[in-house]
């Protein structure tokens, strides 16, 4: 047994995340409580922890990538990130290598996930397209 620092429970010891002192639902209500208050502060750790994880970057590498790239997409030169529940340009990367290749905007990253990263499909649409007109 022992005795949760928060709510002062004596409980049984699979109710505790391992050494932690305060029980798992106090653990839970105490987790929420900061996630609430540091809202943008969880979404900026999570992303940075993401993409490091994802494509093996940081956030000073993606920032560097960015300011080459002049804020603006590799591929059509916009700037707009065009996806309206992210603040931030996709990050292009080789599905093969899982080498980053650069900064997109969405919909260029859609495209060219459509694409399948296919030169050859890319240059039958242009072929198609420069017929048609």
Not at 11 to 20: S, T, V
Not at 46 to 54: E, L, M, T, V
Not at 92 to 100: A, L, S, Y
Request: proline share 0%.
């Amino acid at each position: 047994m022992k005795t949760c620092f928060k709510c002062k429970q004596t409980l049984n010891e699979n109710m505790f995340y391992n050494k932690h002192r305060y029980c798992k639902s106090c653990h839970k209500e105490t987790v929420r409580s900061y996630q609430d208050k540091n809202k943008e502060k969880v979404l900026s750790n999570g992303r940075i922890y993401n993409i490091k994880k994802r494509y093996g970057i940081t956030q000073s590498d993606y920032d560097k990538m960015f300011v080459e790239q002049n804020g603006k997409c590799a591929i059509c030169g916009s700037s707009e990130i065009k996806r309206t529940n992210s603040k931030h340009f996709c990050i292009d990367h080789c599905h093969t290598t899982n080498k980053v290749r650069g900064l997109l905007c969405h919909d260029c990253n859609v495209i060219l996930g459509k694409l399948k990263d296919s030169v050859d499909m890319c240059k039958s649409i242009i072929k198609y397209l420069e017929k048609s007109f």
